[in-house]
C-alpha cells in the first residue's frame, strides 16, 4: 500500500470523486481530503492511499493531467506532507473516504 499526495485539486472534489478517478488504476483504499483548520473549506489537496502497482501507474498516468478542469499533481507521499496529513487527522474537519 502506497499514499499519494495529490495537489490542485477543485475545491468542490469529493472523495467519491476522486476515488472514482484513481480507482480506474488500482484499488483505492482511502481519499483523505485535507479541510482549513478554520474554515472547514477544502485546502485543495488530499492523500490517495492504494496499491503499490495503482499507484505507481497514477504517478505516471495522471500527473499533469485534468480533473474537474485542473491540472492536477500527483505524487509519492514526502515525509512533510505526512506531517501535514498527521496534523489534519487531529482536526475534528478532516473529510476522509473510499
Known sequence: MKTLFVGNLPFKSTPSEISEYFGRLGTV??????????????????????DDDGADEAVKTLNGSMFGGRPIKVEPRKRDQASAERAAEQAPEAASGT
Open 29 to 50: 483504499q482511502s481519499v483523505n481530503v485535507i479541510l482549513h483548520k478554520e474554515t472547514g473549506r477544502p485546502r485543495g489537496f488530499c492523500f490517495v492511499e492504494m
